[in-house]
């Protein structure tokens, strides 16, 4: 089955204990991101992969770090979590398909800083 | 810098009913595409529509349809015969392929179908 993981689904943690989250896709996808849900402010960009090796930053990259070492996985970092962290979370794939980049998404982290 | 803008953060319709959603963007650049994302109460976020910003022709889905206007940056979401399982949480989205390659997404209307 075709589908984007992530893991944890549900994580409390104290404010500085470096946590992971990871993502991973079975699509065989080069372009892969990472998003923060917040009420009122829908979904914002953290970073993005076009390829293994390759990323950028979206809209809200302070606090966290992502790294592609490979092409199935896409792990968000968070080196010293802090309260304003507390969020949910979406990792998605993307295919390039007639130029199109149709993305699927994970099923959501909800993150609780403390 | 692009935004999204979706002015309408609740709405509300009848079952068998149409309603539209709106959504407006900014952007200085051609070549993009605009999508409609749906998020029922399970939280899972699903692709809706899609559009290609060089297409003049309005993207159709079943009973999903935009009224895409480009000069006026535009990219609205008409349901028409809503049903209760439309009632979720609706997201207007811009991508760039210019240079960068962001989702930009907007702040979403909550749609609840009555029965």
């Given at each position: 089955e075709a589908q984007v993981t992530q893991n944890p689904r549900y994580l409390i943690t104290v404010t500085g204990k470096k946590l992971t989250v990871t993502c991973s896709q079975n699509?065989?996808?080069?372009y892969m991101s990472w998003y923060r849900q917040d009420p009122g402010l829908g979904l914002r960009q953290i970073y993005y992969s076009m390829n293994v090796e390759v990323t950028d930053k979206g809209d809200v990259p302070e606090g966290y770090k992502v790294s592609r070492k490979e092409k199935r996985n896409f792990p968000l970092i968070l080196e010293s979590p802090s309260p304003n962290q507390t969020s949910l979370y979406f990792c998605a794939s993307s295919f390039r398909s007639g130029g199109w980049y149709e993305q699927y998404f994970g099923p959501g982290t909800r993150l609780t800083v403390t | 810098a692009q935004t999204v803008t979706q002015s309408q953060p609740e709405m509300s319709v009848q079952e068998a009913e149409t309603v539209t959603l709106s959504c407006t963007y900014d952007t200085s650049e051609n070549n993009y595409y605009l999508f409609w994302y749906k998020q029922p109460p399970s939280r899972q976020m699903i692709l809706v529509i899609r559009q290609e910003a060089y297409k003049q022709q309005n993207a159709t889905e079943n009973r999903f349809s935009v009224n895409f206007q480009k000069a006026a940056k535009s990219f609205s979401l008409k349901i028409s015969d809503?049903?209760?399982?439309?009632?979720a949480m609706y997201f207007c989205a811009f991508f760039t392929t210019s240079g960068t390659y962001k989702y930009i997404f907007g702040t979403g209307t909550r749609l609840k179908v009555l029965a």
């Open positions: 699509m065989n996808h080069e | 809503s049903q209760l399982g439309d009632t």
